[in-house]
């Protein structure tokens, strides 16, 4: 097992464990998705759709109705935003007609 694949399988572990803590401990929760996002960059790993679930900005993990608000604009766009400090992501989104 080479590298990418031990970092790819941490940084996996720590997401999970941070999905399962949030509600406890969310300093704890946030501690984790940090850990997994400096292993990504220190390997150089994409984080690919696991990216949507991190806020850049403070590192919360981002799950609908808890941590974020997830809104529907006019102009095709999906708009997160982090309830702990306010950072938006902005998603455009086909329709299929």
């Known amino acids: 097992m080479n590298k990418q694949e031990t970092a790819k399988k941490r940084i996996n572990i720590l997401l999970?464990?941070?999905k399962l803590v949030?509600?406890?401990?969310?300093?704890r929760s946030r501690r984790y998705?940090?850990?997994a996002w400096k292993i990504a960059t220190k390997?150089?790993?994409r984080l690919g759709k696991k990216r949507r679930l991190i806020c850049s900005?403070?590192?919360t993990l981002q799950i609908p109705g808890k941590?974020?608000?997830v809104r529907?604009?006019?102009?095709k766009r999906l708009v997160y935003?982090?309830?702990?400090?306010?950072?938006r992501k902005v998603y455009i989104y086909r329709t299929s007609s």
């Open 57 to 59: 900005k403070c590192f």
């Open 81 to 87: 935003t982090c309830k702990n400090c306010g950072k």
């Open 43 to 45: 390997h150089t790993i």
């Open 72 to 75: 529907l604009e006019k102009n």
């Open 16 to 18: 999970n464990e941070a």
């Open 67 to 69: 941590t974020t608000m």
């Open 33 to 35: 998705v940090t850990l």
């Open 22 to 27: 949030l509600d406890q401990n969310p300093t």
